[in-house]
Each structure stands twice: as C-alpha cells, then as structure tokens.
C-alpha cells in the first residue's frame, strides 16, 4: 500500500510539473477551473494506474527484469493514453511526444535509484540491530 500511495503522489506531482511547465512556455494559455479540475482526475487516474501496476513486483516467479520492463511499459503507455487525454503532449509535434517519453523516464529511473537507496539503508538499519543483538 506504501508503494501504491507513493506512486499516486509522484504521478500527481509530475503531472502538475508538466501542466506548469506547458503553461510557463505558453503564458497567454488561460486555464479554468475546470481544465484544472480534469488535469487533476487525469493526474489522479495515472497515479492509480502507476500503483496498480507497483502490485507486479508482488509477483516472485518472474525474473526481476521481466518485471521492470513490464512495469516500466505499463507507466511508459499509461502516461502517454492519459496525457493524449490531457493534451499534455500533441501527436503532430514529434519533441513534444519525445520530452514526454524522457520526462517519464526520468522520473521512472529517479524514483527507482531513491527506492534503491531506501532499500540499502533499510537492510543496513537491520544488519546494524542484528549485530547489536548478538553483541558484535
């Protein structure tokens, strides 16, 4: 569940970076409330979409790579069919479908390598408290 909320708050967060950063490169676009209010549901429907796939690494029979890249094209697709919904990128301009492939990989990559290093930490606290235990 930890995996789950984190994934809806990095995709919310992401979701607004971009929708900040369309409107910093066109300031005369006017957003209403209600655009704001459906980029918010779409942001909300990725972030969902992202933890519902975080349960794959639940999976033990699979190979852990085969489970990376199954969990990276489900994040890779879903961030494209939302965004299109969103107009975050348009087909016809080839940089922008680009920027949001790297922008999705960057991030997908960025919170992976945190993850890691939560991991590391986690199983050094624990050899750390095992070793204490055993009067080392």
């Given at each position: 569940?930890?995996?789950?909320?984190?994934?809806?708050?990095?995709s919310v967060f992401i979701s607004y970076f971009t929708l900040a950063m369309i409107a910093f490169n066109n300031p005369?676009?006017?957003?209403?409330s209600k655009t704001i209010f459906v980029q918010f549901i779409l942001a909300n429907g990725l972030g969902f979409m992202i933890g519902c796939a975080n349960f794959l690494f639940k999976i033990q029979h699979?190979?852990?790579i085969a489970v990376l890249?199954?969990?990276?094209?489900?994040?890779?697709?879903?961030?494209?069919i939302i965004g299109n919904f969103g107009n975050w990128f348009y087909m016809n301009e080839p940089m922008t479908v680009i920027?949001?492939?790297l922008r999705v990989t960057i991030v997908y990559?960025?919170?992976?390598?945190?993850?890691?290093?939560?991991q590391?930490?986690?199983i050094s606290k624990m050899n750390a408290q095992l070793q204490k235990n055993r009067g080392e």
């Open positions: 569940m930890k995996n789950f909320f984190i994934s809806f708050m990095v005369e676009d006017v957003w209403s699979w190979p852990y890249s199954a969990h990276y094209l489900i994040v890779v697709t879903s961030s494209f920027s949001l492939f990559v960025g919170v992976w390598i945190a993850l890691i290093f939560e590391k930490r986690a």
